[in-house]
């Protein structure tokens, strides 16, 4: 199998994460057509990155569905818990990253800095981040203590989010975004522990600073 990668993608780094994490035999590679061009989009309908090259030919876009692929077809290591619950709660650590963090406070800020209309003025977005920075520490304290578990698909589907707040926001001036949120800080040092999150996240700061240009 081959993973169609590109390094500053968050959605692509979990992806990576999990295959370092499980140790799987998955080439990672740069997609076959330059991202967001019509070549792109016609060999890939979806036109997102990552994407999963399976081993008939066939494709899997989207990271979480990737990653759940790959654990069902690989659960050697497996990185979901046991049972509903423990799965539901995972999930919810996924989807806060896909449908609350993402859109509602990094995506703005990484538009305007993509943009080249500056940073200054952009107290609605800043404060937008720090609103959902706010529900994430009273998700964490609403579930189960993290340090009291192993790592899973939710850990990992969040870490690369959580490292776009720390790499965005000294853009707009705030220099520890997570200082007001003890669990989220905590949270993130102790995901950031782990070999494999530290690898893909390392190889994601790199990309994003040439990606700026710095």
């Not at 692509?12 to 990672?28: C, E, F, G, W």
């Not at 979806?46 to 990271?63: F, M, V």
């Not at 690989?74 to 709660?89: F, I």
């Not at 305007?112 to 529900?135: H, I, M, N, W």
Request: glycine share 8%; aromatic share 10%.
């Amino acid at each position: 199998m081959k993973l169609y990668n590109l390094d500053h993608s968050p959605y692509a780094t979990r992806v990576r994460m999990q295959i370092y994490k499980k140790d799987l035999d998955v080439s990672i590679v740069p997609p076959p057509e330059a991202f967001r061009t019509p070549a792109f989009t016609a060999h890939f309908p979806l036109g997102k990155i990552p994407i999963l090259e399976l081993d008939d030919g066939g494709h899997l876009p989207d990271s979480w569905v990737i990653m759940e692929y790959l654990e069902d077809v690989m659960p050697s290591v497996s990185l979901c818990p046991q049972g509903a619950t423990g799965r539901a709660q995972m999930q919810l650590l996924a989807r806060y990253a896909d449908t609350c963090l993402g859109p509602g406070g990094l995506f703005p800020l990484f538009a305007l800095v993509t943009s080249g209309a500056g940073t200054a003025g952009a107290e609605q977005q800043v404060a937008a981040l720090d609103e959902e920075l706010a529900r994430l520490e009273r998700l964490l304290g609403y579930l189960p203590d993290f340090e009291q578990r192993p790592l899973h698909l939710g850990d990992i589907a969040l870490a690369p989010h959580m490292e776009y707040v720390q790499l965005l926001a000294p853009m707009f001036g705030v220099e520890q975004p997570l200082q007001q949120y003890p669990r989220v800080a905590a949270w993130r040092d102790w995901v950031a522990a782990d070999a494999a999150v530290a690898k893909g996240v390392g190889e994601m700061q790199a990309a994003v600073r040439a990606f700026f240009g710095g």
